[in-house]
């Protein structure tokens, strides 16, 4: 009887493993973007502090 209930669990688990394997790697790749996304907004938002304080203008609007 045990042994039939391992079988009946491993499969109906088995099949479905490669699935939850590659959502798992989608889920880490969409983590990285994430972070990066992250790190390329706070340079955007130092960069426009940056023109706030010295303004957009150039040395010939002098």
């Known amino acids: 009887m045990e042994y039939e209930l391992i079988a009946v669990v491993l ?9 939850l394997f590659v959502i798992y ?6 983590d990285v973007i994430c972070e990066e996304f992250g790190k390329l907004r706070e340079e ?19």
Do not use: F, M, N
């Open 11 to 19: 499969t109906a688990v088995l099949p479905i493993y490669p699935a």
């Open 25 to 30: 790697h989608k889920i880490g790749k969409y």
């Open 44 to 62: 955007h938002d130092r960069i426009q502090k940056g023109k706030d304080i010295h303004g957009t203008g150039t040395h010939s609007d002098s």
